[in-house]
């Protein structure tokens, strides 16, 4: 239990489908991430949000799209999406989104895109 | 751009014994910090260590600890008296101010322990 738990933990999804996929952070936390794992690739930032604010997009593309209606939720929206974004999403927060705080992850959704 | 580098794909390491994973990095930044995250089967994405660029004493949690190199750059992790439940990815990464503020990865590094 990290106090970051995301749901669904496992999600197939067709080209044409819509679905998102849920954080929860029951830490108290300011900031909350996305984060994208793919095989043989390092960890890439997706989004950042500051208190409900985003403060950074990665160059994501518009299929994908954010959500934070509350410092403790977060949603990924997901629409037309493409096989090649098949991967590991993880959730993450952190007491602030400044560089000194450690950020917590959950136990991330696994997305196959059919 | 800041890059980190984990030159080991594999390590494996007997149970009980120490290992020591590698990890460099690339920044012209004074003040950052340093983490080693342990992911295992579960996915979930778990911190060992941290360390503070500016305090030049290592970091050690318990069997874990760190040997930071400011000047070369490298933050390196050795775990003693492995256990089974050692047996994950290890990535190193690295955040600083400025810009982003994004925590950086490395590849990772998958420790195998043997009993």
């Known amino acids: 239990e990290t106090g970051v738990t995301q749901t669904p933990r496992h999600l197939v999804m067709g080209m044409t489908n819509k679905k998102s996929l849920k954080c929860e952070q029951h830490l108290g936390h300011n900031a909350m991430y996305w984060y994208k794992q793919s095989a043989k690739k390092p960890l890439e930032l997706m989004f950042v949000?500051?208190?409900?604010?985003?403060?950074e997009n990665n160059s994501v593309p518009s299929r994908f799209s954010p959500e934070c209606p509350n410092s403790s939720h977060l949603f990924l929206h997901l629409h037309t999406l493409q096989p090649e974004d098949s991967a590991l999403y993880l959730c993450a927060s952190s007491q602030d989104s400044s560089f000194g705080n450690t950020i917590y992850f959950g136990e991330g959704s696994w997305l196959t895109v059919v | 751009a800041q890059t980190v580098t984990q030159s080991q794909p594999e390590m494996s390491v007997q149970e009980a014994e120490t290992v020591t994973l590698s990890c460099t990095y690339d920044t012209s930044e004074s003040d950052y910090y340093l983490f080693w995250y342990k992911q295992p089967p579960s996915r979930q994405m778990i911190l060992v260590i941290r360390q503070e660029a500016y305090k030049q004493q290592n970091a050690t949690e318990n069997r874990f600890s760190v040997n930071f190199q400011k000047a070369a750059k490298s933050f390196s992790l050795k775990i003693s008296d492995s256990q089974l439940g050692d047996a994950a990815m290890y990535f190193c990464?690295?955040?600083?101010?400025?810009?982003?503020?994004?925590?950086?990865f490395g590849k990772g590094t998958k420790l195998t322990v043997n009993p």
């Open positions: 949000y500051s208190l409900e604010e985003r403060v």
């Open positions: 990464a690295y955040r600083t101010q400025g810009g982003s503020e994004k925590l950086v």
